[in-house]
Nanobody, 127 residues
Framework: QLQLVESGGGLVQPGGSLRLTCAASGFTLDYYAIGWFRQAPGKEREGVSCINRSGEITNYADSVKGRFTISRDNAKNTVFLQMNSLKPEDTGIYYC????????????????????WGQGIQVTVSS
């Protein structure tokens, strides 16, 4: 049984930081590129970042470049999203997912390329 579980979310003030963790069970995480997505109230799910299987290639949405960093520790079956300089517009439910539709040697930030999803975790950036 494949499972992805997010942790590390919560409430933070603007300018603060959070580190999200995506832990896999039931499969070896390094078999997949992993993406982070978010969904704000009233909006569609959007890609935030992704990392390829080896960890050598990463992609970021323009809105988070320079503030967010994705990384993975395949030995621990874990992927991280370090979020710094958080803004209110970063608020939403964050999901990690495993990419199942190939996208070359890199990774995709399109939700349609992902089949295995975590349940999501709330991130709220507010004063």
């Amino acid at each position: 049984q494949l499972q992805l579980v997010e942790s590390g979310g919560g409430l933070v003030q603007p300018g603060g930081s959070l580190r999200l963790t995506c832990a896999a069970s039931g499969f070896t995480l390094d078999y997949y590129a992993i993406g982070w997505f978010r969904q704000a109230p009233g909006k569609e799910r959007e890609g935030v970042s992704c990392i390829n299987r080896s960890g050598e290639i990463t992609n970021y949405a323009d809105s988070v470049k320079g503030r967010f960093t994705i990384s993975r520790d395949n030995a621990k079956n874990t992927v991280f999203l370090q979020m710094n300089s958080l803004k209110p517009e970063d608020t939403g439910i964050y999901y990690c997912a495993a990419q199942t539709i190939p996208w070359g040697l890199a990774c995709s930030t399109s939700p349609r390329d992902y089949s295995y999803w975590g349940q999501g975790i709330q991130v709220t950036v507010s004063s």
